[in-house]
């Protein structure tokens, strides 16, 4: 079974600041995982994938996020937070081997960003 | 390109009334469709998915159904709503592989009252 865990329901940075956000997955295959945001109101928005190939994976708005085998974990950074990152981060792991293509999600991450 | 709509964007409905949320995907040919709920304050929980069209699988016993009447068509529906229907609503498409992402609509905010 697969399973994600975002660490920390809340995170506050300063601008310009290094953004960390952490994610911890459980899975039974190979996992494919996935970064989401998304602002209020509004629908969820691909940051970055990994699937197979590097582990470090590079996004959208200078986000990236290493995959860490060893440590189930695919952490997201960002060197400099600006006050538009301010929103909330899902991290999602592919479920199972079947051609649903459901993702599990994590809880959610709120990132601010003070000025 | 594609895209995903879904409509209406807000919703206010007294308890008790029918509902009816409609997500329509363009530029794509048999996607996986997906309906998710976001309750105030909590994560996405997954409603309903459908592979196909007339083929829908419910994830969570509720006050709700989802039907697929066309390829590019999924629709969400109540008879009869709770307050605890109350939320945000997103539709999201996929190709349906293992590492497919899925494509999220802009949503459907529900107040029921």
């Known amino acids: 079974a697969q399973s994600v865990t975002q660490l920390g329901s809340h995170v506050s940075v300063s601008e310009g600041a290094l953004v960390l956000l952490r994610c911890n997955y459980s899975s039974s295959v190979p996992p494919y995982l996935f970064w989401y945001v998304q602002y209020p109101n509004q629908g969820l928005q691909l940051l970055l994938k990994y699937t197979t190939g590097a582990t470090l994976v590079k996004g959208i708005n200078g986000f990236e996020a290493e995959f860490k085998k060893s440590e189930t974990s695919f952490h997201l950074t960002k060197p400099s937070a600006h006050m538009s990152d301010a929103a909330e981060y899902f991290c999602?792991?592919?479920?199972?081997?079947?051609?649903?293509?459901?993702?599990?999600f994590g809880q959610g991450t709120t990132l601010q960003v003070k000025p | 390109s594609q895209t995903i709509h879904q409509w209406p964007a807000t919703l206010v409905q007294p308890v008790g009334s029918p509902l009816s949320l409609e997500c329509t995907v363009e530029g794509t040919s048999n996607p996986n469709l997906y309906w998710y709920r976001q309750a105030a304050g909590r994560g996405l929980q997954l409603l309903f998915y459908?592979?196909?069209?007339?083929?829908i699988s419910s994830e969570v016993p509720q006050n709700l159904s989802a039907s697929r009447p066309q390829d590019r068509q999924f629709i969400l529906s109540s008879k009869k709503l709770l307050l605890s229907d109350s939320g945000f609503y997103l539709c999201?498409?996929?190709?349906?592989?293992?590492?497919?992402?899925?494509?999220f609509g802009p949503g459907t905010r529900l107040t029921v009252t």
């Open positions: 459908s592979v196909g069209i007339g083929q």
């Open positions: 999602a792991v592919s479920k199972g081997s079947s051609n649903t293509g459901k993702l599990i």
């Open positions: 999201a498409w996929s190709r349906g592989g293992r590492f497919d992402e899925q494509y």
